[in-house]
Structure formats: C-alpha cells, structure tokens
C-alpha cells in the first residue's frame, strides 16, 4: 500500500466548486507514479530498461465529490500481477476518513522498443508486494459497443496532451470527452 495526503486546490475545481474528472485522475496517476518512485522503479529506471506502464482500464466510483479546500488521502495497491497485466485498486479518503472514490485499474507492462508486452520481472514485482483489491462489486472489462457510430469532430492532439511514454494521457481522454 502507497499513500500520500494533498488538498483540493482551485485550479481542479468546477464551476460548482467539486473536483473536475481530470483532476481526480491525475491524483489517481500520481499515487501510482510516486510509489513507482519511491520504491526504484519510477520513469528514469523504466527508460533505462526500456519499459512502460501503460494503462488499460479504468473503473472509478465517486461516492461523494471532494470540494475546495479539502485534505485528502489517495491510496493505491497493487494487488496483482501476472504476466504482463499489473493490477492496483485506489481509494480517495477525506479528514474524517470517509471514502470520496474508490478505483480499479488495469496496466500493461510494455517493451517500448517493441511496443510490445513484456513479462514482468520478479524483481519489479516485489519491489512493490502485493495487497488485497478493495472489496466493492466491480463491474467487467467489457464494454457492449453500439451497432452505429456517430462521427465527431475531430480533435487535434497538442503538445501538453503528450507524457513521457509519447502519448496522450489517459486523463486527456476523460477531459476531451466530457
């Protein structure tokens, strides 16, 4: 388990004065990344061997918006790895120890010379351990897609949408489709 305490500032905030979508999952990459971090494989030991997390789902569950102001708790386990696949739950608590959101998210361990999966090392695995996946009916990784699409316009991808894995951030996705 990896936890670190922060507080709503104004710039994630909506016009209603609750968490805008993108800044909740930037708190949910951070956590993950600062473990990643502290426990010696963050981006620069990652790039050093040519590897990348990448994410492949997410299920995230608000139960109450965080506000202004508020000091908050993110947490994350990993819970699970096997293969390829790693797997870490989050949970977004308040002062008072309530529950605000809880995630599960689903990551690829990538080759990026290769751009292909790579077997996650023994090594890499413990230097994370493992917890257990928070107790909540999560629901399957399926999506039902509709039979008919509608085109959209499009949108063109700029320079702050891109990360260190030369992409665009999954939380632009979230933003760009709200």
């Keep these: 388990m990896y936890s670190y305490d922060t507080r709503v500032k104004y710039s994630e905030i909506d016009e209603n004065g609750r968490m805008k979508p993108l800044a909740l ?6 956590c993950c990344t600062f473990q990643s971090e502290d426990v010696g494989n963050g981006i620069s030991s990652l790039k050093a ?8 789902s997410w299920q995230i569950v608000i139960k109450k918006h965080a506000a202004l102001g508020d000091e908050i708790l ?10 390829f696949w790693g797997m870490r739950c989050f949970e977004i608590t308040n002062s008072e120890g309530e529950v605000l959101a809880i995630a599960n998210s689903v990551w ?3 080759n990026t010379d290769t751009g292909t999966p790579a077997k996650i090392d023994e090594e890499v695995k413990n230097m994370y351990g493992l917890d257990a996946l928070i107790d909540y009916e999560w629901a399957g990784r399926k999506i ?11 949108i063109p991808v700029i320079p702050s949408y891109i990360d260190t894995n030369h992409h665009v951030n999954n939380a632009w996705y979230v933003e760009l489709a709200s």
């Design 144 to 154: 039902d897609l509709p039979e008919k699409f509608e085109e959209g316009e499009p």
């Design 49 to 56: 061997m040519h590897r990348a997390w990448i994410l492949n």
């Design 108 to 110: 690829v361990y990538l």
């Design 25 to 30: 999952l930037n708190l949910l990459q951070d």
């Design 74 to 83: 993110v947490t994350t386990r990993p819970y699970k790895f096997s293969g």
